[in-house]
């Protein structure tokens, strides 16, 4: 009787990433369907490990490309998830963002797009108010570089003028859209699409627009934004998430597949908020490489299902079919997640942790 084939995933994930991801429950059910997850040794040469027909990974730094290519050249017909190259486009606030721009996408009533935002990249342009007077207060400051480290995610809400004096360029200024406390995070496997409603920032009324609170708030002080009629246990209540409407699950599937067909990637999550003045408004305010899936009921299962998706197109040599378009046949009406990636020049691999902040 002819041995039964099986297909290994080796995966490369930084020490924080690995504890969530890799769970016994997913390592369970892969195997079960003939699917092997086996840890890549990061003090080893990838392209001496093996053999993978995919490599699952969320590593950075120009060594790890070095490894990864030498492994392609070594492995043609393995499967690399995701593209260095890819990836790298989710690096900068800006470069992630355009991707939206370019979308075709029509909808009966509703409609899409991105913030208003502008790049500082010195405190010159910084206090140059013609710079950026397209921008009304409060905005939101985010660093450039969006590569999962702790700095990446020091971010601030901007009130006023005054607020400036503490940021460091190069950064993003977004404006700040009132979106009644609530932000749909749409998580993205492949061709599995899910959309779920998370707490968010509070809404900003336009007495704390005008108020003081030393001009700047960094998110880990968004609590203080409470005023003694609005605890965030108070408002959230209020606020009613579990009532809140959930956008058309047409709508967030279609850009969906439009941004990993833009993007190229087939592991991420974007953020997306209703504008609360247009209740048909969305804006896509974050992209994130391979999110926390873990937190995501059934995660084992979209997983797994992906991983075999991967082996049966790596068989039927329809590798590039691997996306959206490959769970045609399976429809999109599921559920998915996303994250944040992190990028390093300095020649080494890079294990940047993940933080838990959520914008």
């Not at 990446?152 to 503490?166: I, T, W, Y």
């Not at 009629?229 to 009532?243: F, P, Q, S």
């Not at 967030?252 to 247009?278: E, H, P, Y």
């Not at 691997?322 to 999109?332: D, T, V």
Request: proline content about 4%.
């Amino acid at each position: 009787m002819a041995e039964e084939r099986r297909f290994g995933v080796g995966y490369a994930l930084a020490p924080k990433k690995q504890q969530s991801f890799i769970q016994d429950s997913l390592v369970d059910l892969a195997r079960s369907r003939g699917v092997d997850l086996v840890r890549i040794d990061t003090e080893k040469e990838l392209a001496d490990q093996g053999p993978f027909d995919c490599v699952l990974h969320k590593l950075y730094g120009q060594d790890w490309r070095r490894q990864l290519e030498a492994f392609r050249v070594k492995n043609p017909n393995a499967v690399i998830v995701d593209s260095p190259e890819a990836i790298e486009r989710l690096h900068n606030r800006i470069s992630m963002l355009q991707v939206v721009s370019e979308l075709k996408i029509e909808h009966e009533s509703d409609t899409f797009g991105i913030p208003k935002q502008i790049v500082i990249y010195d405190k010159e342009t910084l206090f140059d108010r013609p710079a950026w007077e397209g921008l009304k207060f409060p905005v939101i400051a985010k660093p450039l570089v969006a590569d999962g480290s702790a700095k990446s995610h020091k971010m601030a809400l901007v009130f006023n003028h005054d607020g400036l004096n503490n940021l460091k360029p190069p950064i993003v200024l977004q404006e700040f859209v009132n979106h009644g406390g609530v932000i749909f995070k749409v998580y993205v496997v492949g061709g599995y699409v899910k959309c779920v409603k998370r707490k968010s920032l509070p809404d900003v009324s336009e007495e704390e627009k005008l108020g003081s609170l030393e001009g700047l708030l960094s998110f880990s002080q968004v609590s203080n934004l409470a005023t003694n009629e609005r605890t965030d246990d108070k408002y959230y209540k209020m606020m009613h998430l579990d009532d809140t409407e959930m956008p058309p699950q047409s709508f967030i599937t279609d850009i969906a597949r439009g941004l990993q067909r833009g993007l190229k990637l087939n592991l991420f999550n974007f953020d997306v908020i209703r504008d609360a003045r247009f209740g048909n408004r969305y804006l896509i305010i974050d992209i994130n490489y391979f999110p926390g899936y873990a937190k995501m009921p059934g995660y084992e299962t979209i997983l797994t299902d992906f991983f075999c998706d991967i082996v049966q197109k790596k068989e039927e040599g329809e590798v590039e079919k691997i996306g959206l378009e490959s769970y045609e046949a399976l429809s999109c009406d599921k559920e998915v997640r996303k994250t944040l990636s992190n990028d390093g020049d300095d020649g080494a691999v890079r294990n940047i942790e993940e933080d838990p902040i959520q914008v």
